[in-house]
């Protein structure tokens, strides 16, 4: 059974005993600071495990004489580039591309990657680049794997992956994001990371290794943490 974000907010008022207008009310910033705890949790989600359900692929062309591409807009995690005839290409640091083909003129089918920022940032435009070596040749069509950065619960996303599949890792990193704002007790807070990091550890098994392994190859996975 999942936690809608309705849910998740009164679960959230629930075990915190906090009513307040203080917690549920936007302030000077347009959010409601309960609503930025369930955004960090979120985000760091995110950032601690690996989402089978956030993974994406796209193909894009990367035409002849050129060497950059944009970042899709939602891209959170480069997985891989390949050609899409089955070549991968390796992702290296921007300096390593730049210098595998220190001349401008020499083209080729690219064979390395790196991500650069062009020191501008918009909500539209993230400034950010793929750069590509050798420049291509040729018109090449390649093939992009990405977790991407989904949309997140609120008063216009009732439902998300994590709130309908991982209801328990999404209001326990809550609770522990409230634990902060509400300056509780570091016992408190200590038991709330407990139960994160117990349910974050299930969570991971599940998403890293039962869905990505089959029982004809490795055999029966228990299912314990």
């Not at 995110?46 to 060497?67: P, V």
């Not at 089918?109 to 400034?127: F, I, K, N, Q, V």
């Not at 300056?183 to 550890?201: F, H, I, M, N, T």
């Not at 299930?202 to 029966?220: A, M, N, S, V, Y």
Request: proline letters at 3%.
């Amino acid at each position: 059974m999942g936690l809608t974000y309705v849910q998740l907010k009164q679960g959230i008022q629930d075990w915190m005993e906090n009513d307040s207008t203080e917690f549920t009310t936007a302030t000077g910033s347009g959010k409601a600071p309960i609503d930025l705890c369930i955004e960090l949790a979120e985000q760091r989600l995110l950032r601690e495990s690996d989402i089978a359900e956030y993974h994406k692929n796209t193909t894009f062309t990367l035409s002849a004489g050129n060497n950059t591409f944009d970042v899709p807009q939602d891209l959170y995690v480069t997985r891989y580039i390949k050609h899409q005839t089955g070549t991968f290409l390796e992702e290296k640091d921007q300096t390593y591309v730049r210098e595998f083909t220190q001349n401008e003129a020499t083209t080729g089918s690219p064979e390395y990657y790196a991500l650069y920022g062009e020191g501008s940032y918009s909500s539209s435009d993230r400034g950010t680049k793929f750069l590509f070596s050798p420049k291509a040749d040729v018109d090449y069509t390649l093939e992009i794997g990405y977790t991407i950065l989904p949309t997140g619960l609120s008063s216009g996303n009732a439902n998300t992956y994590l709130g309908d599949y991982a209801p328990d890792v999404i209001l326990y990193a809550s609770l522990v994001e409230a634990s902060y704002f509400m300056k509780e007790a570091p016992d408190q807070l200590q038991r709330y990371q407990g139960l994160y990091d117990r349910a974050l550890q299930t969570f991971l098994r599940q998403e890293q290794q039962r869905k990505r392994t089959d029982e004809f190859t490795t055999g029966e996975i228990g299912t314990k943490g």
